[in-house]
């Protein structure tokens, strides 16, 4: 039997299949009048975060809300929002050429949540990426959240959650969204796309359908061509790692570490399981000596440690990979 609150739990019309549970948890919360000042939408790159934030904020701006918590779309407020022009809903984002979302921002913002709404009712932020705040800016933020104005929503949306301020973060309803079932993701990609897609595209993806659809299109096989001269030459153990180091960190360096682990997580797995793999498959080469796995975890390490210094200091990208490929290449070439 259905509980009264759960009786209208699927919603056909979010903004894709995996938002169900974020939406379920919200609603629920709206139908017993404990819906909350402040939400922190959290989860991997690639699951579509912002687009259920936007979507939400226009169910709570409409003024012909469908039940359940959903936008009617014909409405003056749904109309405003679909010209992207809702004077009650702010969006706060880096601005041009800025790295983080700034104190003036927030005062901002702030002071315009706290005018009255203009049409429905509600006054609604979506902040993000919300860890890219600089820490005054979260501070303004966290003075606001402690004393919310009335009918006011702030939706934080981040990719980095443990990066906000612990304060920050227990002022929230924090909300994950999960990565979906292979097999669901899977469907809905070829749906999407119209056409088969590697279950490679969306494992590179880490499992999150949007991100992997940017792939499907043609850009994960050009990075697959573009990494395998490179890779194959590390394996075979003759890699200019100079020359090398230099190409890579010229162009696409981020994509090109995280395939870098990608290719690595896989070449380990491939000789625990002693199962062929079709990513590491081009770059290994006939009778390949035993490899040493813990010497491969340690150049791994190695590497997710690096790639994170590198997405947060000044560190020199070219002498930053030219250590990681060194690692890579002694661990690939360690005797066991
Ligand atoms: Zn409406």
Redesign the pocket.
Known sequence: MNHPLESNHTNPHLPCPWHQAAWTLLNRSWDTQRFPHAILLHGVPGLGKKLFAQWFAQALL????VEGLR?????P??KLNQAGSHPDLILVSPEEDKQQISVDQIRATNESLSLTSTRSGFRVAIIEPAHQMTIAAANSLLKTLEEPNKNTVIIMVTSHAASLLPTLRSRCQQIGIAVPGTSSAQAWLEQQTGKAVLPEVLSYSGGAPLRAMEFAQGTFEALRQSMLPGLSALTDGNADLTHLAQAWADEQLPERLRWLDYWLSRLIRQEILRTADPVTSGTLHGAQQVLNISAMYRALDKLRELSERLRRTALQPELALMSILMRIHQSLHARN
């Open positions: 409409c003024e012909d809300r936008s009617c779309g014909k409405c407020s749904c």
